[in-house]
């Protein structure tokens, strides 16, 4: 059972930071790409932040130069630093995996709970 596990996430001011984590948990053979989504009331979800097994990044427009995600390969973990942050970051960020899980010889997409960040004075 494989599981995503996200925190990090609060209030902060803006013009503040914050820096997410994601752990994946289980019986994992390898992990390919890792992504944060975002999502607010109203809104679809959207791509902030992903990185590739070997580290290349891509990043959602709104966020370029304000946040980096960054990944811990030997533990499983992505992290997302999010500085500069505005009233308009606010949402529910999700973490996002595809998995091999242990014996299993396919990739599957993984989501975590979620995790809320809230910018405000």
């Known amino acids: 059972q494989v599981q995503l596990v996200e925190s990090g996430g609060g209030l902060v001011q803006p013009g503040g930071s914050l820096r997410l984590s994601c752990a994946a948990s289980?019986?994992?053979?390898?992990?390919?790409?890792m992504d944060w989504y975002r999502q607010s009331p109203g809104k679809e979800r959207e791509l902030v932040a992903a990185?590739?097994?070997?580290?290349?990044?891509n990043y959602g427009d709104s966020v370029k130069g304000r946040f980096t995600i960054s990944r811990d390969n030997a533990k499983n973990t992505v992290y997302l630093q999010m500085n500069s942050l505005k009233p308009e970051d606010t949402a529910v960020y999700y973490c996002?995996?595809?998995?091999?899980?242990?014996?299993?010889?396919?990739?599957?997409?993984?989501w975590g709970q979620g995790t809320q960040v809230t910018v405000s004075p």
């Open positions: 990185i590739t097994s070997g580290g290349r990044t």
């Open positions: 289980g019986s994992i053979a390898s992990i390919n790409a």
């Open positions: 996002h995996a595809e998995v091999r899980p242990a014996w299993v010889y396919r990739y599957s997409e993984y």
